[in-house]
């Protein structure tokens, strides 16, 4: 069975206006892929689209099942989704929040099972928001919301992950806390498809790229392959040079 | 002691004294034992019926809330209540025998009633996302269902001009267009409680999707809410409960909105508590309105809409007030 998230000839419109031109691409588990392109390029329009968020031509399958042939409980058991920012504006408290991504694995009116409670707590242990259990959300800091997402997207679950630039309003040590969180998730064997927004964010923590311009994949592979200095330069209308740079780093007893 | 556990000892006490309250005041004397039991009876039918219609407003109240994830929609603010009143008023002019003649009009007036008033509901509701669509923000929301609210009641009012006409039937409809559950009596109950409480039921059965629709339509489809069916359902059982609410106590405001706001800030957001609180709290709040409606010293009677009309409008003046201050209207 192939798993993971293969897409094919996707197109796609948005308010009327077409933004994805017959897209194919892939991402694999155990690897991060990062979603590339300059604003309107249509990253956002293609990961609802994979999502079945938004309506479609084209085909997508999700752990070797086409997204049409799954009814939305059963999607959302495969695929889980981390939005840029959240709509949830009502005071609930973490673990509540989290709950919500147990939605697809009850009935009508069944309670909270046992295997709903050990999930909850997974995820919670898993995104590292286990010690903010009891906080309100409203209260929480942009990073520390992300993460809770995460933990929902996690609670699902779903071992295929897309995230709308999960890191665009965070400070870098709330970047690295998630980057963190999603390595360890890629090793255990998640597949993760993220739409990043800085380039040099995506070399550093992704393992694939696929690069979207004018709502065609401009390039796809390894990610040092696809961000080369003429591919940049034309995408992006940026000369790319290699140099000495920064590294920012977590310390050992935060990871 | 827990806030939750607080709000439902202050609803159940508040509950009871209702019912108490409601069968000791008003017109007649119960210490005359020739007529003690009429009055006990007709009490007891017009307490029934305040409870119900204020159920009925505030579970759907709850519901449009959740739709619109907007705490301050409502079925009277968003034009639905006046729907409901202009298809009441519609079907009572149709059935007297007024504007068509050949209707069944051996079919008596209670059976058909909570059907014209379901009917304008759901009409009302449709006209409203027919023309805010599905990503309006909240003021094209609210305006809207006001220009809705006051079509409908310049239709009403252009009805009532026509049928004053035949003087019996004008009254009959201004009666009913000022609301109230005086004279409402047994078949009423009959009528509209399964209504209420079977909408009342699948809103609480509804409660998981509603809560993961807090996360707006994206995040709630994308856990597994089959957001267009949660829509539609929505849009029909609020139908259902508003109409039933204003068949039998005609057009109460802002039922719907005040007392599911009050109750989210004690039994939290989460619909399997506010869904059920919002049921005994909306049954209270009318039958005390009611009872006012009886005490508070006037020449006639006080209809039952201005007195929760006088609660309501300076609470969503207080929510529209902070919303626009914590920047939520856009």
Known sequence: ?255 | MNRAVLAWLVLLVAAASAAWVSLSVGEGDLGDAALRDMYLELRTWRLLNSMLAGAGLAVGGVLVQGLFRNPLASPSILGTTAGASLGGVLILLLWNGFLVTRMPVWVPMELVLPFGCLSGAWIALMILLLVTGKRSGLVTVLLTGFILSSFFVALGGFLLSVAQENWELGRAVVSFTLGGVDSKGGAHVALAAPLVLVGSVVAFGWARHLDAMLAGEDEAASLGVNVLQVRRWVIVWTAVLTGAAVAIGGNVSFVGLVVPHVMRSYVGVKHRALVPASFVGGAVFVAWADILTRVVPAQGVVPLGVVTGLVGAPVFLVLLARAAREGRIA
């Not at chain 1, 604003?39 to 999700?62: Q, R």
């Open chain 1, 1 to 255: 069975m192939t798993t993971g998230i293969r897409v094919e000839g996707l197109s796609a419109s948005y308010r009327n206006k077409q933004v994805l031109f017959d897209v194919s691409c892939q991402a694999q588990p155990g690897e991060i892929t990062a979603l590339l392109g300059p604003n309107g390029s249509g990253k956002s329009t293609l990961l609802k689209a994979t999502l079945g968020l938004i309506p479609a031509s084209g085909e997508v399958h999700i752990n070797g099942q086409p997204l049409d042939s799954l009814v939305p409980a059963q999607r959302a058991r495969e695929v889980a989704y981390v939005p840029q920012r959240t709509q949830l504006m009502a005071r609930l408290s973490v673990t509540e929040v989290v709950e919500l991504g147990r939605f697809a694995h009850r009935g009508p009116l069944a309670v909270r099972t046992a295997a709903d409670r050990e999930a909850v707590e997974l995820a919670l242990e898993s995104a590292g928001v286990a010690s903010l259990a009891t906080r309100s959300f409203l209260e929480l800091s942009g990073g520390e919301r992300q993460r809770v997402l995460l933990a929902r997207a996690l609670a699902t679950g779903s071992k295929t992950l897309l995230l709308d630039e999960p890191t665009s309003a965070l400070d870098v040590r709330q970047v690295l806390s998630i980057h963190g969180v999603l390595r360890r998730l890629a090793e255990e064997g998640c597949c993760i498809l993220v739409v990043l927004h800085g380039l040099f964010e995506a070399y550093q923590n992704a393992d694939q790229a696929v690069l979207l311009h004018r709502g065609r994949v401009q390039q796809q592979g390894a990610v040092a392959e696809v961000l080369r200095p003429e591919v940049v330069e034309e995408v992006y209308g940026v000369r790319m040079e290699a140099a000495s740079a920064w590294k920012f780093s977590l310390p050992e007893e935060s990871q």
